[in-house]
């Protein structure tokens, strides 16, 4: 694993000694997988969070209709993860799994707990990382409920430019609650004023 | 304010010394709000997060066609505000309002900023409480997506059979993201289901 880009993202919140980026670095294991590969599986208890070296990824709940639906997607910097199966070590309401081959590095929730002991600032970081988290949830929440259709789609191709080239157009359209249908009219709309303009 | 409340609450997830909690409550500052009246503004930077000791609250965001679409609920022993306005110091998204009269234990962002700092485990406590918070949202966005109008409903009564008896029923069908009417329907439905078994 490239240390250096996973550091890096740790020291936009905090800064640890040598020794305990040392010590944290023995704890996060590092890990490949391919396309299409799961990660965690829905049922199952969450033993890690996931930080995104590179690749892509989605976390869904398939509900008994056997209907996917997408809670979140992540690249490079994120972290993904059930974190409410992960917190409580409970089964997982989502599966975790890579849209693109991913190199993720993970930590276990027993090691977390120890280096939460070992290097309190780790609760500040993660505090800081679950609260923004948390905002992208707030306004996720809040768009589903006040914009429509294709507000929706205009605002997420505006915030995550990046997704729409490297997650296929159906995931868009789960992550959305849209059929893919209706994403794709929505796209051809889209298109057609374009080229009119 | 019953001080003890709001330090029952904290000592849930961390142990402080005596002196930490008296410069903590030091910071605290306690305030009583009128049914209706509002606590903090969309459009404005939230400098508060409010822990409700008494009392229920709701936030929500108003749309550009002037409709209220509420995010959450709050009662007491829960935190509410607009967690997003709050962490950058931007504008909120978000209105805070008294749907019973409150009391509520604040703590300003500069204060929160100096309690992180002398009481570093403090860090955990809003880790922990943020997580919660985060996991709550996690499972919110997947009912949104995956259950239908009925299940939602059903779902939240289950969950907060409290807030049925405290909250007017359009709030409910704003935060699930019905019209007041269909929530009617839904709840007709359902009294004459269980009035024939």
Known sequence: MNNSTFLHHISNH????????????????????????????EGEISKFINFVISG???????DNKGNEHILAFAIEDWWIGDLGSF?????????????????????SYEDLQILYTEIPQLERFFRIVIQKAYVFFQRRI??????????????????????EQRVPQYMIASYLGFTPEFLSKIRKERSIKRSKS
């Open 56 to 62: 892509s990824l989605k976390s869904f709940h398939m």
């Open 142 to 163: 809040i768009d589903n409920l006040s914009l429509t259709a294709k507000e929706k789609y205009l605002n997420f191709i505006k915030q995550y430019p990046q997704f």
């Open 87 to 107: 917190a409580t070590q409970k089964p997982a309401d989502y599966t975790i799994q890579c849209i693109e081959n991913c190199e993720l590095a993970q930590l």
């Open 14 to 41: 905090i800064s640890l000694t040598g020794k305990e980026e040392k010590l944290l670095l023995s704890k996060v294991r590092s890990r490949e997988f391919l396309k299409g590969q799961v990660v965690a599986h």
